[in-house]
């Protein structure tokens, strides 16, 4: 399957620039989020500690198709794991069943996958309702954009930036935590951006190891993120808990 063609790159970039649910953010206080995608064991292991060592909570992404299986880049986290992620208060969101780019399922195919995702996730979880999605890859489409907004509460993209003055609530923006692309300098300048503009800055990650992916990040730049955030006086919340503070029910 290919992701770069023509037609699915103008799907994706007709579909991001598209607001279904365009809101205000105002915060007195500005927001930091953090979030993992997939989620593989190492995210769940240190991810979740170091967040909760700090008196945080993140946001879990899971592709329930991928639960428990081992890919060539890390062996992705199973129930156990899920479940006790929720037991301890981190927020459990959606990110398909078959974790394919948004654009690759035809409408229907795509509202399936969702409704599968949500119904595995929710057969674990009794209690979840009015979930946060994030998008596979952070790739959308039109039309299952806008199957999203009458769907889910809200859906966290891959778009670099924070989450300032307007928001697209279908196309959260996110900023992947990077031992290349995020040093103390960058993470500084968007941490003084977001307390500035009154923001929601949210953070994106995968695997959380010594020997990170390509797409993961190291214990001890995690654990720097949260207490430089935590020094400036920045609230962490999980998706949900930060759009109640911005005040979307
Ligand atoms: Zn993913």
């Known amino acids: 399957m290919r992701f770069d063609g023509l037609k699915s790159r103008l799907d994706h970039a007709v579909g991001r620039r598209w607001p279904f649910r365009s809101v205000a953010v105002s915060l007195d ?15 769940y292991v240190h991810g979740g500690n170091i967040l909760e060592e700090r008196g945080a909570r993140g ?13 060539p880049l890390w062996t992705v986290a199973g129930e ?3 479940v006790d992620l929720h037991r301890r208060g981190h927020e459990l969101g959606l990110h ?19 409704a599968a995702n949500r119904a595995r996730l929710r057969r674990l979880l009794p ?13 959308c489409g039109l039309r299952q954009k806008r199957h999203l907004a009458g769907t889910v509460r809200a859906s966290r993209s891959v778009q670099d930036g924070i989450n300032a003055e307007r928001m697209d609530l279908d196309f959260i923006r996110s900023v992947e935590i990077s031992e290349r692309g995020l040093d103390n300098a960058r993470l500084d300048t968007l941490l003084e951006r977001t307390v500035a503009s009154r923001g929601w800055l949210v953070f994106f990650t995968h695997d959380v190891s010594d020997r990170p992916s390509a797409y993961g990040t190291t214990p001890a730049m995690l654990a720097r993120l949260v207490e430089r955030t935590q020094a400036r006086g920045i609230d962490i919340l999980p998706v949900g808990a930060a759009l109640d503070r911005i005040g979307l029910s």
Request: aromatic share 14%.
């Open 29 to 43: 206080r500005p927001l930091v989020s953090i979030t993992f995608d997939d989620f593989p064991l190492s995210a």
């Open 80 to 82: 156990d794991e899920t």
């Open 127 to 139: 209690d979840l309702r009015r979930e946060t999605y994030a998008y596979p890859y952070g790739l």
């Open 59 to 71: 946001t879990f992404y899971v592709a329930t198709g991928l639960m428990g299986s081992t890919t």
């Open 96 to 114: 398909s069943h078959g974790h394919l780019p948004a654009f690759a399922m035809r409408p229907a195919a795509f509202a399936a996958d969702l």
